[in-house]
């Protein structure tokens, strides 16, 4: 079966911030069942199409919220016949720009990461919606081996207080309230390791816990705390922890659910109130806490890796071109 074109227009971001390179992992598995060309300058599509001797069957604009980090200012887009599609991470990111985007350059597929969080802020386009949730490197997020010499954990973004090291900059308070509780129990025990985020714009350094490091780290604790922030969206931690052989605790949301999540299962639902019981539970119960963490990681590495996701992607192309 002849394989579809796709030109794909994003910066080549995970070499200059490798915090996500997780992101960019996501969008090249594509290449295996598509055959694929990028584009990572600003310019104007016609001009580019015509450098790169490439007709495609669909275009895909990555996101370009925060000033265009991930992806190039492109022109010209609703002066092409051919099908476009479009990639959201943060819904939060100014609505205003983007609808006046979808509507200027003729955008016939909205791809999100979140589905319930989008559909709230984004109603009017149900329509062109497709659901492309985060999913997973297996080269990366995987089982290391390594001995669970941690046991409870907590990375990520969320705002609190260190007099001793204080943080450089902090989202507002409030925003990721379930991480605010947890750092604000677990941190005077010894047994509780917590890494700030390391920032959205980190430059390449041995000392930055990403990717392969900050799987190893997932793969050393027995548990991990985490949530979806106020707009309740599955961020990738959701899918990082168990898919790094590691138990999740985590405030779940709707989308978490719909995605395979159950409590009890393959994660434990908790809130800001129960999180420290059922996390001193697990921690006595190691078969149990076993049995979630086994589930959880075949979850993760059965339906939500890289090629998983790819397949979709494809699909969801696929079905929209016969149809059209």
């Known amino acids: 079966m002849k394989k579809i074109k796709i030109l794909i227009i994003i910066k080549q971001f995970a070499d200059k911030w490798p915090k996500h390179k997780h992101k960019?992992?996501?969008i090249t598995a594509v290449e295996e069942?598509?055959?694929?060309?990028?584009?990572h300058t600003s310019g104007d599509i016609i001009n580019i199409l015509k450098d790169i001797k490439?007709?495609?069957?669909?275009?895909?604009?990555?996101?370009?919220?925060?000033?265009?980090?991930?992806?190039p200012l492109i022109?010209?887009?609703?002066?092409?016949?051919?099908p476009k599609g479009f990639y959201i991470l943060d819904i939060h990111y100014s609505k205003?720009?983007?609808?006046?985007?979808?509507?200027?350059?003729?955008?016939?597929?909205?791809?999100?990461?979140?589905?319930?969080?989008?559909?709230n802020v984004?109603?009017?386009y149900k329509d062109e919606f497709r659901w492309m949730p985060f999913s997973i490197n297996t080269n990366i997020i995987k089982d290391w081996g390594l001995n669970k010499d941690i046991d409870y954990l907590l990375m990520g973004q969320f705002y609190y207080k260190d007099k001793i090291n204080p943080p450089k900059r902090l989202p507002p308070k409030g925003r990721y309230i379930f991480r605010e509780f947890v750092y604000s129990k677990m941190k005077e025990k010894k047994e509780f390791i917590f890494h700030p985020h390391p920032g959205h714009y980190a430059l390449p350094s041995?000392?930055?816990?990403?990717?392969?490091?900050?799987?190893?780290?997932?793969?050393?604790?027995?548990?991990?705390?985490?949530?979806?922030?106020?707009?309740?969206?599955?961020?990738?931690?959701?899918?990082?922890?168990?898919?790094?052989?590691?138990?999740?605790?985590a405030k779940p949301n709707k989308d978490i659910f719909n995605l395979g999540f159950k409590d009890g299962v393959n994660f434990v639902a908790c809130d800001e109130f129960d999180f420290y019981d059922k996390a001193m539970y697990y921690i006595r119960n190691k078969k149990e806490r076993e049995r979630i963490?086994?589930?959880?990681?075949?979850?993760?590495?059965?339906?939500?890796?890289?090629?998983?996701?790819?397949?979709?992607?494809?699909?969801?192309i696929d079905d929209f071109l016969c149809n059209k």
């Open 75 to 82: 022109t010209g887009l609703d002066k092409v016949n051919i």
């Open 54 to 71: 490439f007709i495609p069957d669909f275009i895909l604009h990555y996101d370009i919220e925060w000033n265009y980090s991930y992806s």
């Open 206 to 249: 041995k000392d930055l816990i990403v990717n392969e490091k900050y799987a190893q780290e997932l793969n050393r604790s027995k548990m991990f705390f985490t949530c979806g922030s106020i707009f309740k969206a599955p961020v990738a931690k959701f899918f990082e922890a168990p898919g790094c052989k590691t138990l999740l605790l």
């Open 24 to 26: 960019y992992d996501m």
């Open 96 to 119: 205003k720009n983007r609808i006046k985007y979808f509507g200027k350059n003729k955008i016939d597929l909205i791809f999100s990461a979140s589905r319930s969080p989008f559909l």
């Open 293 to 316: 963490t086994n589930n959880g990681y075949k979850l993760i590495h059965n339906y939500h890796t890289n090629r998983v996701r790819a397949q979709q992607f494809i699909k969801y």
């Open 122 to 124: 984004f109603p009017q």
């Open 33 to 39: 069942f598509a055959e694929v060309k990028y584009w």
